[in-house]
């Protein structure tokens, strides 16, 4: 599964931002999907997952109430209230076993990052 993930950008303190993340010619029905972000300088981090059939959603402390996932045949992560301490290189995971898992371990298949930046 190729994972392209984008709509990364700058944007001020207090905006919003939607990411997007699609399979390139194949669906990700039956995956459960993850967002993770990379900050320079700092460990990898979970951000939010979705699972599948169903749908649950799991968030990091961080984001709840700012972020949020949702898929159809893509997965998106709309951000609002961003902070600087947002400002990462996001990247989107899909696992096959369909949870909606907070550990990069459990996911198979990485797509390239889409950087957001955040100025104060």
């Known amino acids: 599964v190729q994972l392209q993930a984008y709509g990364g950008g700058l944007v001020q303190a207090g905006g919003s931002l939607r990411l997007s993340c699609a399979a390139s010619?194949?669906?990700?029905?039956?995956?459960?999907m993850g967002w993770f972000r990379q900050a320079p300088g700092k460990e990898r981090e979970f951000v939010a997952a979705?699972?599948?059939?169903?749908g649950r959603t799991n968030y990091a402390d961080s984001v709840k109430g700012r972020f949020t996932i949702s898929r159809d045949n893509t997965v998106y992560l709309q951000m609002s209230s961003l902070k600087p301490e947002d400002t990462a290189l996001y990247y989107c995971?899909?696992?096959?076993?369909?949870?909606?898992?907070?550990?990069?371990?459990?996911?198979?298949?990485w797509g390239q990052g889409t950087l957001v930046t955040v100025s104060s």
């Open positions: 979705i699972g599948w059939p169903f």
């Open positions: 995971a899909a696992d096959r076993s369909g949870f909606a898992s907070a550990s990069a371990g459990e996911y198979e298949y």
């Open positions: 010619g194949r669906t990700l029905r039956g995956y459960g």
